[in-house]
């Protein structure tokens, strides 16, 4: 066990430095003092969950418990209709341990033609983002968040990563890989699940 | 896809008559239509967590997801301290297939006397509850209800299940096996867990 836990004290349960930063700028106007999950010497476990909710709780809860401090986790992932919700929490898995959305990317374009897409129906698809909160309190809470769109080909654009070249959000004509960052941060999956979150905090006041 | 969800109704996804009568009478008085996961013909899907609040997770999921109703599942267990909180999410395992407590209760017996334990502090367990909501709303919560105390040798009272006959709570001298159930409802796990969601559901006024 870590220290007794402060009140307003958040572990991020990523090692992703990026990933932390982001999430400090959007916690910071609640009052939290966001740690990284390597500050706090929290482990990575095995993402052994079949969905979004699952490999965020697993995260989220093997975090606090770790470390005796409350810890927020995400896992997200590209959702494609006419492949059954595939890659799905593969997603990532898919570009291979050399982590190029290139070949992922190509592996989805693949898959619709050999599932007989055509029309920008059969092409639907969307991208979604669990966040998972684990108090010290024994309550924990998981928000979903989801954009919808359609896939295109050939990629477009490198403003983004993932996925991103290939998804054309509803109500946009762009690709998120050709979106101005501020934009995509405005309407992704990521800022509905958040938004849900500042809502719960928000609501509930909690002191976690 | 069922029909589409009336605002007060949840599915409990348990097959267990008793406890689905025991959870509508808990959650009646707050407007609730109770139906079980039989007759919202609802899978029991594999238990592949690695705590009481994955477990429970997993089923309020699946249980949503293919009903299309907010699904309510929970798991439970004893978690004994000088065994590293085993039996804990094996509990009903540690049974056999002939979910025979007697076997599970000396094989908890056995651990400890190899364990060395002697003192009652050596003996400290509890139960524990996790609750899991899953909401049509891409929101999920989890309650977590404990109850703390220590095991005694040999078994004693016929009135409870499982491993009751050998948990002496905190500020009793009895153990849950010969208390009134009335009694033990009230300061049980499952009761501290129930707690928190009805705190949760009065809160958010949710119609999940």
Known sequence: MAEAPASRKLVIASHNPGKVREIRDLLAPLGFDIISAGEAGAPEPEETGHTFAQ??????????????????????????????????????????????????????????????AKTLQDRRANFACALALAGTDDCYHIFIGRVFGHLVWPPRGDRG?????????????????????????????????????????RRTETTL
């Open 161 to 201: 990563f993932g996925y991103d070249p290939i998804f054309v959000p509803d109500g946009y004509d762009i690709t998120f890989g050709e979106m101005d960052p501020a934009e995509k941060h405005r309407i992704s999956h990521r800022a509905a699940a958040f938004a849900k979150l500042v809502a719960h905090l």
């Open 55 to 116: 490999n965020a709780l697993i995260k989220a809860e093997a975090c606090m418990t770790a470390t005796g401090l409350p810890a927020l986790a995400d896992d997200s992932g590209l959702e494609v209709d006419a492949l059954g919700g595939a890659p799905g929490i593969y997603a990532a898995r898919w570009a291979g341990p050399e982590k190029d959305f290139g070949v992922a990317m190509e592996r989805v374009e693949r898959e619709l033609q050999q599932a007989g």
